[in-house]
């Protein structure tokens, strides 16, 4: 496995695997960034259930639109303009759970307590990898992302101990994102994945991560009095 | 349509990421105060709108 850690400067020397996977991932990391406050800024900004919810979602967007940011400058550093990203519509997006619309408050509580833990993981892919401008960025993303898998977490246990309808609806929504959630780690038995891992980019194969993210999801929602979703039901990648 | 340097998109984006920052802190701090929040509100909405119609892009 690869083990060198890559600046800037060198990626015009680098294999053109490796210049290919890392513009890849890149593109992809800064369009979910992006992505996330499109799905919910337009509709919860103004319609979250109280005030502090609000402010809730206006941080949270923000601290998104950073994390675009500084993916956006990382991808500049070797020549790639993510800047259009800003002008795609949802339907544009690289990943199917970001080519709708966040509508209603328990699928924005839902959202951050199950994908933006999957924002996690990805994040952790890159601590330690190869591209140190990449590795650089991650702490601080990962500990805004933290945060806002706390505030979904918080979000769905009010719902989850809410009226028999608040319960109803945040279990409807746990089952819409957790099936989509699992797809968003991709193909099982992935050739790109074990690409990723050879240039030391990634460390996890998809089939690892999704493993590890049931593991430690299936008990938080069971935590909160809910039901795990079957894990094969309204799934398009295995 | 004209495109900003990246130099110059990064620095508005994050003028904007602050202010909105910095509004939700004011706002959490007042927000017993209805008409603060409210007002708090409408300035971090206006910051984000010009994130998300992709306006942050235009001279």
């Known amino acids: 496995m690869f083990t060198d850690k890559i600046e800037a400067k060198d990626f015009a020397k680098m294999d053109p695997e490796y210049q290919d996977l890392l513009t890849r991932v890149l593109t992809i990391q800064a369009d979910c960034e992006i992505g996330g406050p499109h799905l919910y800024v337009d509709k919860l900004l103004p319609g979250a259930p109280d005030a502090t919810k609000r402010l809730v979602v206006a941080r949270t967007a923000a601290e998104e639109v950073d994390h675009f940011r500084k993916v956006m400058d990382v991808a500049a550093g070797i020549g790639?303009?993510?800047?259009?990203?800003?002008?795609?519509?949802?339907?544009?997006?690289?990943?199917?759970?970001?080519?709708?619309?966040?509508?209603?408050?328990?699928?924005y509580a839902v959202f951050g307590f199950l994908i933006d833990r999957i924002g996690r993981y990805q994040m952790e892919e890159f601590e330690g990898g190869s591209?140190?401008?990449?590795?650089?960025?991650?702490?601080?993303?990962?500990?805004?992302?933290?945060?806002?898998?706390?505030?979904?977490?918080?979000?769905?246990?009010?719902?989850?101990?809410?009226?028999?309808?608040d319960r109803r609806r945040v279990q409807a929504a746990v089952d819409r994102w957790y099936a989509k959630g699992l797809d968003m780690f991709g193909h099982s038995g992935s050739r790109r994945a074990e690409q990723y891992i050879e240039w030391g980019l990634k460390h996890r194969t998809h089939e690892e991560a999704r493993a590890e993210y049931i593991a430690e999801v299936n008990p938080l929602i069971e935590e909160l009095g809910l039901q795990v979703p079957d894990p094969n039901a309204n799934r398009k990648f295995f | 349509m004209p495109t900003k340097t990246i130099a110059t998109l990064d620095q508005e984006l994050n003028e904007i990421i602050q202010a909105v920052e910095q509004a939700t802190n004011y706002g959490m701090a007042h927000r017993q105060e209805p008409q603060v929040t409210e007002r708090t509100l409408a300035d971090c909405e206006e910051l984000l709108r010009h994130v998300m119609d992709a306006s942050v892009l235009e001279d």
Do not use: K, M
């Open chain 1, 80 to 107: 790639l303009d993510l800047t259009d990203l800003l002008r795609h519509s949802n339907q544009q997006r690289y990943v199917d759970a970001f080519r709708g619309e966040i509508a209603t408050w328990e699928d």
């Open chain 1, 131 to 165: 591209y140190a401008p990449l590795d650089a960025i991650c702490p601080g993303i990962l500990s805004e992302e933290l945060g806002h898998i706390e505030n979904g977490r918080q979000f769905t246990a009010e719902l989850a101990n809410g009226t028999e309808d």
